[in-house]
């Protein structure tokens, strides 16, 4: 290649590709500004969703819990998985009679929870473990939609399960707590504007209008875990006490409020 050609190309500009997003217009040369040139792609974007007064807010009620939840099982253990299974049957039909004739629904009754295993114990002779029997636990939820019965039916089911009865825990929630919710929320949006507000007032500028606004809920339900407690059927068992006190729905709004000046 001669010296010619090397100075032609070490004279060619480099011209750099520059690749922004949003705006280019009233830059010379650039959208026909004072060129002949086709419009230019070239576009800086303002626009931006962490632009702004960002806030949370928190809103909260109190509500009397309408539901019971309640976690009820059978254990049985025997010397064969057959023996077992059949007193466990026949152990749950007389717990879901109980429930039903409670009051309970079918519908409201599921079962949560169904094993069989086996029971070993550690032969220092053999040295291992070997079988001694075989376990069979069967746990069912219900809902209880009259909760003041919830005592009453514990009960029952205490006395159809016998010995065999296994109470896993009790929760108290609120059927329809919409309401609820709708006063949190309320709560929850005022709390956020005042807060905008203050952050506008010490930072000198005005607040506009919200620009993102997104919402998050709390669990609104009080779980009492009993540790599947077995009864003594040979020993008097009082009424069962039930008191589902009262319990918080809250949630918190997360907002984004537009800066105008």
Same mark, same amino acid.
């Given at each position: 290649? =001669?010296?010619?050609? #090397? #100075? ?17 217009? /009233? ?7 004072? !060129? ?8 800086? !974007?303002?626009? =931006? ?6 806030? +949370? ?9 309408? $539901?019971?939840?309640?976690? @009820?099982?059978?254990? @049985? ?47 220092? %002779?053999?040295?291992?473990? &070997? $079988? ?7 746990? %069912? ?11 009453? &039916?514990?009960?029952?089911? @205490? ?5 065999? +009865? ?32 203050? #952050?506008?007032?010490?930072? /000198? %500028? ?6 993102? %606004?997104?919402?998050?809920?709390? !669990? !609104? =339900? ?19 006490? &039930? ?19």
């Amino acid at each position: 290649m =001669s010296r010619k050609w #090397l #100075l032609a190309i070490a004279l060619v500009p480099i011209v750099p590709v520059v690749a922004l997003s949003g705006c280019g217009a /009233g830059l010379p040369g650039i959208n026909g500004v004072g !060129s002949g040139n086709s419009p230019s792609t070239l576009e800086v !974007s303002l626009d =931006s969703q962490q632009a702004g007064i960002w806030v +949370t807010g928190q809103g909260k009620t109190m509500a009397a819990p309408d $539901v019971a939840i309640l976690r @009820v099982g059978i254990e @049985v253990q025997e010397a064969t998985v057959a023996e077992a299974q059949v007193e466990a049957i026949e152990a749950m039909d007389g717990v879901m009679k109980a429930m039903t004739d409670s009051g309970v629904a079918e519908k409201d009754i599921q079962t949560q929870y169904f094993n069989v295993s086996q029971v070993t114990r550690w032969d220092d %002779v053999k040295g291992e473990s &070997i $079988v001694v029997g075989y376990r069979v636990t069967n746990i %069912v939820s219900a809902k209880i939609r009259d909760i003041d019965k919830a005592g009453a &039916i514990i009960d029952a089911v @205490v006395v159809a399960g016998g010995d065999l +009865t296994r109470i896993d825990g009790i929760e108290f929630t609120i059927d329809d707590p919409q309401g609820y919710y709708e006063e949190a929320r309320q709560e929850a949006v005022a709390d956020a504007r005042a807060k905008a507000e203050q #952050l506008a007032a010490l930072a /000198g %500028v005005s607040l506009g209008k919200p620009t993102y %606004v997104s919402e998050s809920v709390q !669990s !609104s =339900s009080i779980y009492r875990n009993e540790g599947m407690i077995s009864y003594d059927m040979a020993k008097a068992v009082p009424e069962t006490s &039930i008191s589902p006190g009262e319990m918080e729905v809250s949630l918190t709004v997360q907002v984004c409020y537009a800066i105008l000046d």
